[in-house]
């Protein structure tokens, strides 16, 4: 992410550096806490051609970019 935003559950969006990748996981810590989430997301930003913005969720909803979030495959 290059520009701060909003989490689809509405929190602000923070900066972090992921620690760690092992057993399908990205880990990374946020004030102090060590957090993980799936490395592979069930959506993925719908940019288009020449952007990509790398945006992936869980969930269905708008990407940081403005963009609608699509299925991945």
Do not use: H, W
Not at 12 to 21: E, P, Y
Not at 36 to 61: L, R
């Amino acid at each position: 992410m290059k520009q701060g935003g909003k989490c689809a559950c509405g929190k602000d969006l923070v900066r972090t550096t992921i620690s760690r990748v092992a057993d399908g996981k990205i880990y990374y810590t946020v004030n102090g806490e060590e957090l993980s989430a799936p490395a592979k997301g069930k959506y993925a930003c719908a940019c288009g051609a020449g952007f990509d913005c790398g945006t992936i969720s869980q969930k269905p909803g708008k990407c940081v970019c403005g963009k609608d979030m699509k299925r991945a495959s």
